[in-house]
């Protein structure tokens, strides 16, 4: 688990430093020149001109797993309700973080027993390696290839002689397609949306965790680490959108909420 957790520090460590010299680079063109127009104009030491753009929202999800627990093979079911927070310092690259309440399940056979509410949440990053399209200022369309990673910890607390906690790391390679409906012919028939994103692709989910039952406790893991994921994303405004996911790997995962973009 701490080799995942170093794995993805150092992902978004080189994203970080991409980032600085992409600015970089760009402020010596002197794209970045804010006063380029109006040389008298007052500068400070801090600006709002540009801000960063943020995003707040809410989801609930179900997770669906086939894991191998003492030695067989159990049913694994993780429900979560989680408050979302993102930030984007480039278009290009997302930190996101989700924190909320969770809570698990186990059925063995016939057997099966559920947890109280526990705590938990994720870290996680997206980053858009590559984009074809028209240029961006008639742009209706674009394709985009970019890469997510995530890690989650989350835990249920004791009911009825049993509780969990289990972690997971989750590795994304999307292919995004973005249609707007401003600016062009579509924009008369759909006045209702402002744009949608459909993305899919390979996924990767490791998972492993400690279930607990009457005082016995045992340790719990993946079956099947490969999968497939995708989702609808629609802005219903420019700043307010709704997703929904689903991905399959030994089972099937789905989450769904609703986004607000400053």
């Not at 938990?120 to 980053?127: D, N, Y």
């Amino acid at each position: 688990m701490d080799c995942r957790i170093r794995l993805l520090a150092a992902g978004i460590a080189v994203a970080l430093l991409a980032g600085a010299a992409a600015d970089t680079a760009r402020a010596q063109d002197g794209v970045h020149s804010r006063y380029e127009g109006d040389a008298t104009a007052p500068e400070a030491l801090w600006a709002w001109n540009d801000p960063v753009p943020w995003r707040v929202g809410v989801e609930a999800g179900r997770a669906g797993r086939t894991v191998k627990c003492g030695g067989t093979e159990c049913d694994w079911t993780g429900d979560s309700a989680e408050g979302v927070l993102s930030v984007a310092p480039w278009g290009w690259l997302e930190f996101y973080g989700r924190a909320g309440v969770h809570r698990g399940k186990m059925e063995r056979g016939a057997h099966s027993a559920k947890s109280g509410a526990g705590a938990g949440g994720a870290l996680g990053a997206k980053l858009n390696l590559w984009e074809i399209g028209p240029e961006r200022d008639t742009a209706a369309w674009r394709v985009t290839i970019g890469l997510q990673a995530e890690y989650a910890y989350r835990s249920g607390g004791e009911k009825d002689g049993a509780k969990a906690s289990w972690g997971e790391a989750f590795f994304f390679l999307p292919v995004d397609y973005h249609l707007s409906f401003l600016g062009t012919q579509r924009s008369a028939y759909a006045t209702e949306a402002h744009a949608l994103d459909l993305f899919a692709g390979p996924a990767c989910s490791l998972l492993d965790g400690d279930w607990t039952e009457n005082g016995a406790k045992s340790s719990f893991k993946q079956k099947q680490a490969a999968g497939v994921a995708g989702g609808l994303r629609i802005w219903l405004l420019e700043n307010l959108g709704i997703e929904g996911t689903l991905a399959w790997f030994d089972g099937m995962t789905y989450r769904a909420g609703l986004q607000y973009r400053f």
